[in-house]
């Protein structure tokens, strides 16, 4: 019987390079995207099942757990990677901005994992093994983001999720997260803001998303990990 795995956001980035990973393996993938870049039919192609899904309103959450249920009957993992990095210096409508950053990072997931915890339990049932729920933080839920203060808030609250659900769904589920901070820069990235942000780890380097991809091999492999949050920060709490 099919066991898919559940990614959010893996139109580019970590959860790309996830979504690459898994298929690589010969495993069966489900991936939600919010742009259609070039990445998704590649992945498509691939056998990924591809499924459009913004996010961008608690009818559009309710529209793609529908259409997850029409792909599936059971799931293996769920890996919550969807984010935006919206901050306020970029969006001055903070009521929008932070119900905003609060759907995408703590409502859609908190939706999801009740709605799809039936497909999560199939697989357990069938394979006698826990199945995982995966939440993708990060290293400003420790510390707080004076820049990004909706953002750390909205993370922080899925860090709370990851608790709560843990201690909902055992010993069948386990739920865990994990909390980067620099993993990959991006393309625009000035040299200036490289060196700068790599100066706050004590390794003082762009790991890459195979650190995140080990982490969550990790997490699926372990059957006593559960209710905890993995950093992933290169040391930077020390700085």
């Known amino acids: 019987m ?4 559940l990614i959010t956001g893996a139109g580019q980035r970590i959860g790309l390079a996830l979504a690459e990973h898994f298929l690589a393996q010969g495993q069966e993938i489900i991936v939600t995207y919010r742009t259609r870049h070039e990445a998704i039919d590649v992945l498509a192609g691939k ?11 608690d009818q559009a959450i309710g529209h793609f757990i529908e259409e997850l249920k029409t792909h599936t009957n059971q799931l293996k ?4 990677n969807a984010s ?3 901050c306020e210096a970029n969006n001055h409508d903070y009521a929008d901005l932070f119900d905003n950053m609060m759907r995408i990072h703590a409502k859609a997931p908190y939706l999801i994992n009740l709605a799809a915890s039936d497909l999560l339990l199939h697989y357990q049932q069938n394979s006698g093994q826990a199945a995982d729920i995966i939440h993708l933080t990060d290293y400003v839920v420790e510390k707080g983001s004076p820049k990004h203060l909706a953002y750390a808030a909205s993370k922080a609250a899925l860090d709370n999720l990851t608790k709560s659900f843990a201690a909902k769904f055992a010993p069948d589920i386990k739920v865990n997260a994990i909390a980067p901070s620099l993993i990959i820069f991006n393309e625009h990235d000035s040299d200036e803001y490289k ?7 004590l390794m003082g380097i762009e790991p890459g998303c195979a650190e995140i991809i080990n ?17 992933v920060d290169g040391g930077r709490h020390l700085k």
């Open 2 to 5: 099919s066991s898919p795995i």
């Open 47 to 57: 056998g990924a099942i591809c499924i459009h899904a913004d996010f961008n309103s």
């Open 77 to 80: 993992a769920i890996i919550h």
């Open 84 to 86: 935006s990095w919206d």
């Open 195 to 201: 060196a700068k942000t790599l100066k706050k780890s």
């Open 215 to 231: 982490s969550v091999e990790l997490l699926l492999s372990s059957h006593y990990i559960t209710g905890r949050s993995m950093p």
